[in-house]
């Protein structure tokens, strides 16, 4: 069993960064693929970003490459989303989640454990 919690959210400008962290209860916690995932109002929940159980895989979303970085310490089972750059449209609900999958491109339905969400607010 793996509890998540989200935290870092906030109101940011554009163009300003913010670092999201998902920290996990669970002792197994270091084995599992974690992924991020938002959700604006009135749209569905889009995949930003993922990463293996040993930091060495990573995927991120066609919207958020080149500016968003994901990261992990599984000493600390915590995982970051480093976002930089940050645009209006990036303004929703992040949501972290884990995954038994081993490999890291899979798909919403593959995520057995979510957290409650952070709100990412990016005014222009």
């Known amino acids: 069993q793996v509890q998540l919690v989200e935290s870092g959210g906030g109101l940011v400008q554009a163009g300003g960064s913010l670092r999201l962290s998902c920290a996990a209860s669970?002792?197994?916690?270091?084995?599992?693929?974690v992924g991020w995932f938002r959700q604006a109002p009135g749209k569905e929940r889009e995949h930003v970003a993922a990463?293996?159980?040993?930091?060495?895989?990573?995927y991120y979303g066609n919207s958020v490459k080149g500016r968003f970085t994901i990261s992990r310490d599984n000493a600390k089972n915590t995982v970051y989303l480093q976002m930089n750059s940050l645009k209006p449209e990036d303004t929703a609900v992040y949501y972290c989640?884990?995954?038994?999958?081993?490999?890291?491109?899979?798909?919403?339905?593959?995520?057995?454990?979510w957290g409650q969400g952070t709100q990412v607010t990016v005014s222009s």
């Open positions: 669970g002792r197994t916690f270091s084995t599992y693929v």
């Open positions: 989640a884990a995954s038994t999958s081993s490999i890291v491109v899979v798909p919403k339905s593959r995520y057995g454990y």
């Open positions: 990463i293996s159980w040993s930091g060495g895989s990573t």
